[in-house]
């Protein structure tokens, strides 16, 4: 009772003006913007009536062609799929529950799901969650406040991976109230930290317990979960099933989710054995990432018959953002005017049209097709965050357009381009002679690119011809997953390709992503080595905004600094999930979300249609 009191008292003040937003009971909103009021009976995108049941196979996304631990917190070595969601909506996320859950119809708001109350200061300094009662771990133990302790010690131990540590930074501690209240402290006020702190993940202080963090290999982890690892052939494959006793079945958060019995997960070594292990009946769904395999290998009889169904689902959230990440920690990449040479010589039309079914837009932006993404010049609310940064920044920013990448558009050219190129080369120092592209030392301007995947050697080539008609000497190295992975971790190398997921809401990652301390950390995603203290400074002012427009606002203008550096060569994006599932197996809600990943929908909210037979 003195909890649903509580709940109705703060719905309350989220309707009164003046009040601050983040103090509902059931739910927390960085903006105040709650969709499904307290007691909620289900969220709407899932089906509460589906059938439980079935085998659901499953392959992944990424380049992990193997795997050797339990534990996806720690960064050596390469985790079991299906631990923690590929993607930041914490749907997919099959064993390791947090105290809040996203809803995957609304940005920026958490449910209670491990909390069943949760209460943040008006002063936003801290928030309070009150453990729900019926939590409990797989093993039948409760989930208490200092499980909560726990697993924040060790996420932000030296052990951890820095990903995981750089996201919860800004909380300088936690506290234990009483056997099942703990407290967040932050160093400072930010609208997101409190979805920050309820996203953590949480596991029992008996896993691991006794061991260093990067010690906890193949522990068999102690989670709260609707699954749990039935069935493990190392390095290949995995079975997770369902928990019969798992605790949130009935919880409005889960209801009509993680229906499936078993979810199986296998791995190929490389795409075509994943392709073919598809059309070969292996598994049940994959996406397809390449536009040639969409539009050549995705056709035939068994997609005549309905054997297999090939669909578009929408993109209605972010998408990843993927580029050429070019190291600026290498001297020859620390001249401005060198990496503006270096994306001109990108023929993006040429490719899209000859390569990729003219299935693509280019990308501009670091939140491509967003509320966040820059344009022209700086309006005036945009200004009033520049201001005070001006002596940081350069002149461009206020007297320039936030830049466009550069066309091959009649009547642009790639001959045009390229002399652009030579004469920013020129300027910076670089010029033709003796056969190469030379210093004034006489150091010939080289560049390897680094991949896993040898399919992307067909847009890495023609980009890799025209880099050399300025004279600069390409190489294109690839290598399997786990040292490609180790010299990305390490910032060995020149040039990468690489994919970053996309977040509707950006914070939490934007410091690991973008900030001067992660460039200098090994294992961030700051690949490009970004060291900026104007962009540090507005990382800082995304964070600690507390009003949409405000944040907005901001966010615009951290794009336009970090367009403005030329620090990648961005590549393109596509507004849907091309995705191929066996078909008669399944089905899904007649209610689609509109932010989710495409893998940890199908995980969370599909089922095995009655109607299919075991399979």
């Known amino acids: 009772m003195k909890h649903l009191l509580r709940s109705l008292l703060c719905c309350l003040a989220l309707a009164l003006p003046g009040m601050p937003a983040a103090l509902a009971a059931h739910a927390y909103a960085q903006f105040g913007d709650i969709k499904y009021p307290a007691g909620f009976d289900h969220f709407e995108w899932a089906n509460p009536a589906a059938p439980k049941g079935g085998t659901l196979r499953m392959t992944t996304n990424s380049t992990d062609t193997s795997f050797e631990k339990y534990n996806p917190f720690t960064l050596k070595g390469s985790a ?46 801290s928030a309070s969650f009150h453990i729900n009662p019926k939590a409990h771990f797989q093993d039948g133990s409760p989930v208490l406040a200092r499980d909560v302790k ?45 979805l920050v702190a309820g996203s953590m993940q949480i596991f029992s202080h008996k896993w691991g317990a006794g061991k260093r963090f990067d010690e906890v290999i193949t522990d068999m982890p102690i989670a709260s979960g609707p699954y749990k690892i039935a069935r ?15 605790w949130a079945r009935d919880l409005n958060v889960r209801r009509g989710l993680y229906n499936f019995d078993r979810i199986n997960y296998r791995l190929y070594k490389d795409t075509t054995a994943q392709t073919e292990a598809f059309m070969a009946g292996e598994f049940d769904f994959i996406q397809v990432f390449i536009s040639r395999e969409w539009n050549r290998r995705y056709k035939g009889p068994k997609f005549d018959s309905g054997a297999i169904v090939k669909k578009l689902f929408p993109m209605g959230g972010a998408g990843n953002f993927q580029a050429f990440m070019l190291n600026n920690r290498r001297d020859k990449f620390k001249d401005i005017r060198v990496r503006r040479a270096i994306g001109l010589a990108m023929d993006y039309e040429w490719m899209n049209r000859q390569l990729f079914f003219n299935a693509y837009t280019r990308m501009n932006s670091y939140f491509a097709a967003s509320d966040y993404e820059a344009k022209g010049l700086p309006d005036a609310a945009e200004l009033a965050v520049l201001e005070p940064l001006r002596s940081k920044l350069r ?43 030379r210093n004034a030392k006489g150091e010939v301007f080289r560049v390897e690119f680094l991949d896993e995947a040898l399919s992307h050697g067909r847009y890495i080539t023609p980009f890799m011809q025209a880099l050399n008609k300025l004279g600069i000497e390409t190489t294109f190295k690839v290598g399997d997953f786990a040292s490609v992975k180790r010299r990305y971790d390490a910032y060995d190398f020149d040039i990468a390709t690489l994919s970053l997921e996309g ?31 104007a ?36 590549h393109w994006f596509v507004s849907n999930f091309r995705s191929a599932y066996r078909g008669g197996k399944f089905a899904y809600p007649a209610v689609s979300p509109r932010y989710y990943m495409v893998d940890s929908w199908v995980i969370t909210t599909w089922w095995q249609d009655p109607k299919a037979g075991a399979h």
């Open 80 to 125: 079991a799929p299906g631990l923690i969601s590929a993607d930041s909506s914490i749907y997919g996320n099959i064993m390791f529950e947090s105290l809040l859950t996203s809803s995957m119809d609304e940005p920026a708001t958490g449910y209670g799901l491990l909390a069943d109350d949760v209460t943040v200061a008006p002063d936003k300094l």
């Open 150 to 194: 726990y697993s924040f010690e060790r996420l932000t131990s030296a052990e951890a991976w820095p990903l995981v540590r750089s996201q919860l930074s800004d909380i300088k501690q936690v506290v234990i109230l009483d056997e099942r209240r703990v407290r967040f402290d932050f160093h400072s006020a930010g609208a997101d930290l409190p």
């Open 232 to 246: 493990v052939d190392f390095g290949r494959e995995i079975t997770y099933e369902r928990d019969r006793n798992y």
């Open 395 to 437: 002149p461009e920013v206020f007297t320039t357009p936030a830049p466009l990448q550069p066309t091959t558009t009649p009547p642009g050219s790639l001959r045009d381009n390229l002399r652009q190129a030579r004469a920013l080369l020129a300027e910076a120092g670089w010029t033709y002679r003796d056969g190469a592209l």
């Open 503 to 533: 977040f509707n809401t950006p914070g939490k990652e934007l410091p690991d992503r973008y900030g001067s301390k992660a460039a200098a950390t090994e294992g961030t995603y700051n690949y490009a080595g970004i060291s900026d203290p």
């Open 535 to 570: 962009v540090d400074a507005l990382i800082e002012l995304v964070q600690k905004a507390h009003a949409r427009d405000e944040y907005v606002t901001r966010l615009r203008a951290l794009d336009r600094v970090l367009r403005h550096g030329y620090y990648i060569v961005p």
